[in-house]
């Protein structure tokens, strides 16, 4: 790897670049994932996509606040059968393309890996949704343990467990995924909260809460990603609050082998060039040669 090359391999897949795309942004069709990947991403993650189509929440079910964004979208996506269609648009793109997969059962997990098994080149399964009925979707380890050995029976592929910062012990979470067969731990997913309109005191979302995301929650994402980093010997890939190269280079340094950027996108799609063009003007000024050289160096200390 030079200076001017930050190809990167996770689980056999090669990145041209570890800045992606995180589930649940502009990942619901062939053609915004198209233009992602012409803005520079290195790979890409799909919204999640569950067996039946999901119509979400009715609105409003996004907003700003304390300079972050509020969501309780409820996974709206087309189903997976009908999603098929719009991963084979993207057969032309010789980049990496994960499949954020969820289900309300094991079951249902499992009949969407099998049905998106051949069209992408691995899985993030999604464990930590705060916004669907009945919340974060595995908060006990045995409901990780069980999903990720589902999803794995249905695939050879890659499978990267996704993983809330609101669950206990999340570097224990971490752990039971890699046992249970999983090739990569993502952390984190949104934070779960809430909005209060004064004049009514009712709650603004329609779901009442949702999950937080913005630069705000780097913070948090960085503690995970440290944690789980020690926990694990799987590759650990930080998501939250990317909104520039040194929130990047953050969770890098914490410990991820690669980064996925998802609200950071309201400053414009050219932020994976930003990023990348940020972690390159580092690495020369800092005299490091990849950033395998800075993977988890906060560690040390």
Same mark, same amino acid.
């Given at each position: ?23 649940? !942004? ?267 050289? !800075? ?7």
């Amino acid at each position: 790897m030079s200076f001017l090359d930050l190809e990167t391999q996770i689980n056999g897949l090669d990145f041209e670049n570890p800045v992606m795309l995180a589930a649940g !942004i502009l990942g619901t069709t062939g053609s915004s994932l198209k233009n992602v990947s012409n803005h520079g991403a290195g790979g890409l993650v799909t919204k999640t996509i569950t067996k039946p189509p999901k119509k979400g929440h009715n609105g409003p079910v996004l907003l700003e606040a304390n300079s972050s964004y509020l969501n309780a979208m409820g996974l709206p996506n087309p189903g997976a059968s009908e999603f098929i269609e719009e991963l084979k648009d993207l057969k032309d793109i010789k980049k990496p393309i994960i499949a954020s997969v969820s289900g309300e059962k094991i079951e249902e997990l499992k009949e969407v890996v099998s049905l998106l098994n051949d069209y992408v080149d691995g899985f993030e399964v999604n464990l930590s949704c705060p916004n669907v009925e009945g919340g974060i979707i595995c908060k006990e380890s045995s409901l990780v343990e069980s999903y990720i050995i589902g999803a794995r029976k249905e695939t050879n592929k890659p499978i990267w467990a996704k993983l809330s910062p609101d669950i206990e012990e999340i570097d224990k979470k971490a752990k039971v995924a890699e046992k249970s067969g999983a090739n990569a731990i993502v952390a984190i997913n949104t934070v779960e909260g809430m909005e209060i309109d004064i004049k009514s005191g009712r709650p603004i979302l329609s779901n009442k809460k949702g999950g937080i995301s913005g630069e705000a929650i780097n913070p948090i994402a960085l503690k995970c990603v440290y944690d789980i980093y020690k926990a694990v010997e799987i590759p650990v890939i930080g998501v939250g609050g990317v909104y520039n190269w040194e929130n990047a280079i953050k969770l890098i340094m914490a410990g991820s082998s690669a980064i996925q950027i998802g609200s950071g996108i309201s400053k414009g799609l050219n932020i994976f060039e930003e990023v990348k063009k940020g972690i390159i003007e580092f690495l020369k000024k800092e005299g490091f040669n990849s950033i395998d050289e !800075i993977k988890g160096i906060s560690h040390r200390y």
